[in-house]
């Protein structure tokens, strides 16, 4: 499925390429192709690692990257894409009528011709997760923060209590129903200790840390390693630091407020499917579900 998926983005990709080319428009259009964030498998859609938050990103514009053959190392996000294209628009935020954004311009990248670091602020990226899903007691989600910063990934879990992947009696519903979702939890259930049902979707500590190098898979948690104490608290700080000016209600004891914001649709689902309720989950299997809570 996913590569027939992919291959037909390929080619309707190709014929807005072709059409642009006939219109003579194709040197001069900047050509953006990105994807959404977590693919619907366990441990990625609904979390925080790097198969969930590093999607493919390529841009084409040949009249205006003068030096195409270089190495970049800046960090770049989706807050980048309304900066980038307002500054090519030759339209100023406050004339955009947009909300200020934390994002920054490419084309200082774009039209560099330097490799290796273009804009020094660049040498980071936040990350961050609220609810991506409903099945939990009062709607609330599994909320998140985390940077990735000289090599590693730092994440700070505020409510530690919760299931990441979604309670196991409503079927885990942050993570869509698939053949792997279905082989690992059979594998649980036969031994809770399993080291893969664990990992996708058992309980985690309140702090992860992982080298991305020799961890890309983000396997071993250092965060509980004394020798990485000095960098989890140097990343810790430097991540709250940001959001403290950004504003972020997480960084002032009032996460609650996000809790608080109703679902648009299932409301109420984890109390009614408790009570006798069967609201329709098509993006799971009936097999997701466990028959009792886990705590």
């Not at 129903?177 to 979707?201: A, V, Y």
């Not at 396997?219 to 004394?226: D, F, G, I, Q, T």
């Amino acid at each position: 499925d996913y590569a027939f998926e992919v291959e037909h983005v390929d080619h309707q990709l190709a014929q807005m390429l072709a059409e642009l080319e006939k219109r003579g428009l194709l040197e001069n259009t900047i050509v953006i192709v990105t994807s959404d964030h977590g693919m619907p498998f366990p441990r990625v859609k609904g979390h925080t690692y790097p198969a969930a938050n590093h999607v493919p990103l390529a841009i084409r514009w040949p009249a205006g990257i003068k030096v195409a053959k270089r190495v970049i190392e800046d960090f770049v996000d989706f807050t980048d894409f309304a900066p980038t294209i307002l500054e090519l628009a030759g339209i100023g935020q406050s004339e955009s009528g947009m909300a200020e954004t934390t994002g920054r311009s490419w084309l200082p990248i774009l039209q560099s011709e330097k490799s290796g670091q273009i804009i020094p602020e660049s040498d980071h990226v936040i990350i961050g997760k609220e609810r991506t899903d409903i099945g939990r007691p009062g709607d609330v989600g599994y909320p998140t923060r985390g940077i990735i910063y000289d090599g590693f990934v730092y994440l700070k879990n505020y409510e530690p209590s919760r299931w990441p992947a979604g309670n196991p009696e409503t079927g885990y519903l942050d993570t869509d129903g698939s053949p792997t979702k279905t082989l690992i939890l059979e594998m649980g259930r036969k031994d809770r200790s399993d080291p893969f049902w664990k990992i996708n979707f058992g309980k985690r500590g309140s702090e992860e840390l992982y080298a991305l190098k020799a961890d890309p898979d983000c396997m071993n948690n250092l965060a509980e390693v004394s020798s990485h104490d000095a960098r989890r608290n140097s990343m810790l700080n430097k991540m709250s630091g940001q959001l403290k000016q950004q504003g972020d209600p997480r960084m002032f004891g009032k996460g609650k407020l996000f809790d608080e914001y109703p679902v648009t649709k299932n409301r109420g689902f984890y109390e009614r499917y408790m009570s006798g309720e069967r609201p329709v989950t098509g993006w799971v299997n009936p097999t997701d579900y466990e028959s009792e809570p886990l705590d």
